[in-house]
């Protein structure tokens, strides 16, 4: 879409960004129940695939996810997948410090990585679907995580979210403004709102849910939602 950030843009903002991404107490404080969102998240994938050997963990940031993950499946199989270098050397350092599983870390972009199939039991996507732009790559990406997952498997998704109705939208927009406000100040929401602007798009919970159904995940789940932030999954 015109106008916005590069992947090569995104990336050398993550480049400098990785101490925000590496606490598993608060999570990235800019999304609304981040903590919350990472505990659920883990559960469900466990609770959801218990025999879980091998994840994948797209836009891994430091880790956390796939960190979280192992609290309840210990000794799992990682690949940990981010455009950010620096980045992928602390999540690197992190899980292969939590597991004695086999950790694998790969730089790239989601859109252009094989990711193969019925490769692994669990994938984790924390704040990356946003990145995506157009309706066909929202239809490429998650077909192939369908494609990439075993049978029972899961795909376990928390993301910024818009919303389809343009009133709701602003209203939701504004409670988060409020909110990052509260957090740390008026210049603070305004540097949030920026750089949404500038590098993401996302997309409505429902348009997410009607793609995952279309690429063939048999049931889908929605775990929490607050304002513009909301954490679901789908299993094979």
């Avoid at 919970?205 to 775990?223: A, N, P």
């Amino acid at each position: 879409m015109a106008g916005k950030s590069s992947v090569e843009q995104i990336r050398a903002r993550f480049d400098g960004d990785v101490e925000r991404f590496s606490n598993l107490e608060t999570g990235q404080s800019a999304t609304m129940d981040a903590p919350l969102s990472l505990e659920l998240i883990a559960a469900a994938a466990a609770a959801a695939t218990p025999g879980a050997a091998r994840v994948l963990d797209i836009g891994c940031g430091a880790g956390n996810y796939t960190l979280k993950l192992l609290e309840h499946v210990g000794g799992l199989d990682a690949m940990l997948v981010d455009l950010s270098r620096p980045m992928l050397d602390r999540a690197l350092e992190r899980v292969g410090a939590a597991t004695t599983g086999e950790v694998l870390a790969v730089q790239g972009d989601v859109r252009e990585l094989e990711l193969g199939q019925g490769e692994f039991d669990v994938i984790l996507a924390a704040a990356i679907f946003h990145h995506l732009r157009t309706d066909e790559e929202w239809l490429d990406v998650f077909a192939r995580c369908r494609r990439a997952l075993r049978p029972g498997g899961g795909l376990w998704i928390s993301d910024l979210i818009s919303h389809d109705e343009s009133s709701v939208q602003a209203l939701m927009w504004e409670r988060y403004g409020r909110y990052l406000e509260e957090l740390r100040g008026r210049e603070y929401r305004d540097e949030v709102f920026a750089y949404i602007e500038q590098e993401d798009t996302p997309r409505s919970l429902t348009f997410q849910i009607e793609l995952l159904r279309k690429v063939g995940f048999s049931k889908v789940d929605v775990l929490h939602k607050n304002g513009c932030f909301a954490a679901f999954g789908a299993l094979v």
